[in-house]
């Protein structure tokens, strides 16, 4: 009962904080405080509703049960992350992403691809991931090039839409003073299109590092070697080594927000000038 009493506290004092904290000058603190406060009292309240409640661990893990596993499997965590964040998620979003500015560089100068590929790319996208998998692990093999595969297919198609939006942003009058100056269609491209669509190109980024590690993450499932956090994943729930599990999640949750920072950042630093960026701390 006192670990209920207890939860109860932690959630109506973080509910208080984050009250305060609303009310105050919008500025760094308050926006890094709000979701911190947020994120530990959520965490508290975990911890006292599985003691309280004598949760057992197969079915939820308490926070304090899958720190004590994290901080033991440093080792096998850290080989699971290269294996699937780096050389499966990194390296296939890379591949997907570079080929689809690419192609939509090809789309925007040729309207015959733009009817034919665009309706199959969204044809394609709508695949599930799950029937998808399979086939590139049978056909790359076990190891990490089957996962890169998946996660070219999977962030290929929202950033290639992504960027031909972006291609068509500028609007008549910024083309015609292009031509005024007899630019050439690269000048423009690179002078103009380019940069107006930058906007639009971190947006497919964004989305694509969420998709990538799903989708390395998924594709593990299917056929790995003895390692990477879907081969974890999936061995340690049928071993009921569900601390292993959360901790897992945990390196993913952690690479996923990681991967997704560093996009931001860059896109603040070079689309600093759009109205988007304007009044950011």
Known sequence: MMWVIAGLAAWALGWWLNHVLSHRPANRFTRLAVPVIFGLTVIVVWECIVRGFDIPTVLLPAPTQIAVRFAASTGILWQDFVQTAIKGALTGYILGCGAAVLL??????????????LPVGN??????????????????????????????VMVFFPMLVNTVQGLQD????????MRTYAASYWQTLFKLRLPAAMPFIFNGLKIATTL???GAIVAEFFGSPIKGMGFRISTSVGQLSMDLVW???VVAALAGSGFY???????????????????RA
């Open 104 to 117: 939509a560089v090809a789309i925007d100068r040729s309207p015959f691809l733009k009817r034919g590929l």
């Open 123 to 152: 044809f394609v996208a709508a695949l599930p991931i799950v029937g998808t998998a399979p086939i590139l692990v049978m056909w790359f093999g076990f190891d990490w090039q089957s996962k890169a595969a998946v996660v070219v």
């Open 170 to 177: 500028t609007d008549a009058m910024q083309r015609d003073l």
């Open 212 to 214: 990538a590690l799903i």
């Open 247 to 249: 901790a897992e999640i």
């Open 261 to 279: 920072g560093g996009v931001a950042l860059i896109e603040k630093a070079m689309t600093f000038w759009h109205p988007s960026q304007r009044g």
